[in-house]
Nanobody, 127 residues
Framework: QVHVVESGGGLVQAGGSLRLSCAAS????????LGWFRQAPGKEREFVAS????????YYADSVKGRFSISRDNVKNILYLQMDSLKPQDTAVYYC????????????????????WGQGTQVTVSS
């Protein structure tokens, strides 16, 4: 079963904007953190931003803070990543990921704590 599916990647010039979307299969009986990660060629996957679904609380990597904004549509179960002031260094495959947790124990910035991953969408920023 598909849990998360990303879309919205593309080619933009430096300084431009792009919005990514992630359609998630969420159940109210479970607890989730939905996150965005990215991976450039030859690099490890890194945290970008995440959102704790039940409380709508957000986390950001320092490298994107002030430029990117993560948000949700709680009715349609869609996660967004609004990317502004894009830089060539933002070029990567962007992944949406889902972390399931219990109680209050979650790890919003940990790659290894996410349970499901989308197929990725390419974001290319030209200089």
């Amino acid at each position: 079963q598909v849990h998360v599916v990303e879309s919205g990647g593309g080619l933009v010039q430096a300084g431009g904007s792009l919005r990514l979307s992630c359609a998630a299969s969420l159940r109210t009986s479970s607890k989730y953190v939905l996150g965005w990660f990215r991976q450039a060629p030859g690099k490890e996957r890194e945290f970008v931003a995440s959102l704790v679904w039940s409380i709508n609380f957000t986390y950001y990597a320092d490298s994107v803070k002030g430029r990117f904004s993560i948000s949700r549509d709680n009715v349609k179960n869609i996660l967004y990543l609004q990317m502004d002031s894009l830089k060539p260094q933002d070029t990567a495959v962007y992944y949406c990921a889902e972390q399931n947790y219990s109680g209050d124990m979650y790890f919003p910035m940990r790659v290894d704590k996410y349970n499901y991953w989308g197929q990725g969408t390419q974001v290319t920023v030209s200089s």
